[in-house]
């Protein structure tokens, strides 16, 4: 494939200032993320360069960071990874559905993920503790959350009986999701309808099937293709006055209603400092996987005044940040 018609398929901002060059005078780390546009990745891109700080690199001066939004189209990125493997990247930095097209195509080169899913199921370590391959990270068991968000969003709707799930069918973990729901939903006496999307024809389709089924609420799972489309289904719910629960604290500060999940940014930041470590000589396969233990819960007022809800002291207290 041309190198020029790579970065028009891939859609993205792509800059190649050090990998390649003849006389490569600074390390140069691809940086993949596929759960947003590069428009929205600002608060995880100054994350990740703080973490990198942390461990002695600046961004410009004595590492080379390229930057990749893919936007949710995972069928780009092998031939993505190609190319970074060919110019000779010294880390690449993704979250899940990037890390395990790096630990495909490479397994040497070493990876730093960012996923909230297990990374052991997920076939990118073999353990935890000692995860004995070219691939080490952070895991914010997003995934792993789904039943505490329908019980969150139980308490602030009640009376709500009916609840719509919306998954990604090409996240790896898109079945241990919908089983996690379906356990809350049965110890709260809820029924859940799910949906399922992968492309934005499909998430248009689901919402219009949300409208003629009207659950009482929609729990959005975890995945980088419905982050990546955090706008779109902000507008889909608002327009069908429909609450909606997220997995991610930028879904209410860009106008959905409510969210539990873990700090992607800090996540973001555990993952620059790791690659800081790594780029000094210290292998993934000795550094243990990182797990998060900063969690928001996020509401937001002016989404739930629009959708004429109340919500209740109790829950006020509890969260994180309350956005009016």
């Not at 040497?108 to 909230?116: D, E, H, K, R, Y």
């Not at 009376?159 to 090409?170: E, H, Q, Y």
């Not at 990182?290 to 919500?311: C, E, R, Y």
């Amino acid at each position: 494939m041309k190198r020029r018609n790579f970065i028009t398929l891939l859609g993205a901002a792509v800059t190649w200032p050090i990998i390649g060059r003849a006389q490569q005078t600074v390390p140069a780390v691809g940086f993949v993320f596929s759960g947003t546009a590069s428009s929205a990745a600002a608060p995880f891109v100054m994350a990740f360069k703080l973490g990198l700080e942390e461990a002695g690199y600046i961004d410009g001066r004595n590492v080379a960071v390229e930057y990749h939004f893919p936007g949710g189209n995972n069928e780009h990125l092998p031939a993505l990874m190609a190319e970074l493997i060919q110019r000779h990247a010294a880390v690449i930095v993704g979250d899940t559905s990037p890390a395990i097209a790096a630990k495909t195509a490479s397994s040497t080169i070493p990876i730093v993920f960012l996923t909230g899913t297990d990374p052991v199921r997920l076939g990118l370590v073999t353990s935890f503790n000692h995860p004995g391959g070219n691939a080490t990270g952070v895991t914010f068991v997003n995934s792993g959350l789904d039943g505490k968000r329908l019980g969150l969003l139980h308490e602030l709707l009640p009376r709500a009986k009916v609840i719509g799930s919306l998954l990604d069918p090409s996240y790896p973990a898109s079945a241990s999701q919908l089983k996690a729901l379906y356990d809350a939903a049965g110890a709260l006496g809820l029924q859940v309808h799910a949906l399922h999307a992968s492309n934005e024809s499909e998430l248009e389709q689901a919402f219009a099937s949300f409208a003629n089924l009207r659950p009482d609420a929609v729990v959005v799972s975890a995945s980088g293709f419905l982050n990546a489309r955090r706008n779109q289904i902000i507008e889909l719910a608002a327009r069908n006055s429909m609450p909606t629960m997220h997995f991610m604290r930028e879904f209410p500060v860009a106008g959905g209603l409510v969210s539990y999940g873990a700090s992607v940014p800090d996540a973001f930041r555990q993952a620059g400092a790791y690659t800081g470590r790594i780029l000094k000589g210290q292998k993934p396969a000795e550094m243990p996987v990182l797990q998060s233990t900063k969690f928001d819960f996020v509401i937001n007022l002016k989404t739930a005044k629009a959708l004429g809800l109340d919500v209740p002291p109790s829950l006020l207290a509890l969260a994180d940040e309350v956005i009016e």
